[in-house]
């Protein structure tokens, strides 16, 4: 069963700011994670932010794989 976690442990797990996937949350712009919501509480898989990181690792600064957020 994934793990699923709160807005703050994403943020620690991501290393950005809990506003930051506020915002994105919000607005639908940057940090693009999936995200449930269970009453007033967000959670995110555990395995959709591995999926982030994977999605948005490069080997150098020049390369790109399509869309990135």
Same mark, same amino acid.
């Given at each position: 069963?994934?793990? #699923? #976690?709160?807005?703050? =442990?994403?943020?620690? !797990?991501?290393?950005?700011?809990?506003?930051?996937?506020?915002?994105? +949350?919000?607005?639908? @712009? /940057? @940090?693009?994670?999936?995200?449930?919501?269970? /009453?007033?509480? @967000? +959670?995110?898989? =555990?395995?959709?932010?591995?999926? !982030?990181?994977?999605?948005?690792? !490069?080997?150098?600064?020049?390369?790109? +794989? /399509?869309?990135?957020?």
């Amino acid at each position: 069963m994934d793990s #699923l #976690l709160s807005t703050k =442990q994403a943020s620690e !797990y991501l290393g950005l700011a809990e506003k930051t996937l506020a915002n994105s +949350r919000c607005s639908g @712009v /940057g @940090v693009s994670i999936p995200f449930i919501k269970i /009453g007033s509480n @967000v +959670r995110y898989r =555990q395995s959709e932010l591995e999926r !982030y990181i994977e999605t948005n690792t !490069y080997s150098h600064t020049s390369e790109r +794989r /399509g869309k990135h957020v």
